[in-house]
DNA sequence: TCCTAACTTGGACTTCGTCTAAGTCAACAC
DNA sequence: GTGTTGACTTAGACGAAGTCCAAGTTAGGA
């Protein structure tokens, strides 16, 4: 994420605080937050900022590849900005805590051709679930 | 799906016509349809039937492993009736359809004890993405 | 410093799903 | 067959997540 800013300018971006401000509270390893969580955040730091453009920068960084969306469980989207090194999410069923890891093999290698009706299979992603530490029983 | 209303009755479910339209309904192969579209095709044979019902029982279709949940992009859940042979799904970016898919090998074993962070892990979800016959340029 | 297209804002609106209180009925006992 | 009862269903209000829009603001080039 560090030089995010750089590469926003590059394409073009206009910087506004607001938009640097989430790209701000989107940083670090294993982070996953929603968009109302973004939101919380980055009114901490800038209050007057609204709803509507933190839903409007995140689907952008969505758009240029620099932010992916997961869609873990039908309810709030969350956003992660490790899109630069693949990886899987691995979820608690009990909490909803999630962490990023990186499985060996290539998943998509797994799907035989007479298993893909014809489709271009451009992707491939695994979610793990399982109970953490914390929600396991003894 | 062929048993399933004698499954339902052994497990002390009271058998009303609700119940029995939504398992109907909810019966084939490749059938991945939102809560919406479920009340929809149950509403063409049992006109008075509520929203609030269709929820209910699909929810404890789900609950009794009858039926598996699917969240494929942040939008409405699908609901999947091949609950009882292990699958993944394969989605068309463009159109959204999906298909029940058999990966060879267990996704579950690609993920080293390393990378398990503690977690008792127990199941792993795939879903492959790509364009389908229909949505593939040229 | 000025200009303008791009960006932001607040609030209304949509979609998907849950909850509740009142009414209905499947299944069991007789 | 009839009665009883608790489980089930209903309509509609509510809530959470996300989108849209018209009006106001501003980053960055001229």
Known sequence: MSDLLGRLRG?????TSQRRV??????????????DEVHARATARLP????????????????LGE??????DGRAKRYD????????HLICSGCGAIRDVHPHGDPLAALPAAERF?????????TYRGLCPNCRPS
């Open 48 to 63: 007057e900022i609204s709803r509507a453009t933190v839903y409007n920068t995140l689907g952008e960084l969505v758009a």
């Open 11 to 15: 394409r073009g971006w206009r910087l």
């Open 118 to 126: 014809g489709f271009a299979v451009t992707a491939a992603e695994v």
């Open 67 to 72: 932010v992916l969306e997961v869609a873990t």
């Open 81 to 88: 900005p490790n899109a630069h090194r693949a990886h899987q």
């Open 22 to 35: 989430v790209a701000e509270v989107l940083d670090g390893e294993h982070v996953h937050l929603t968009a």
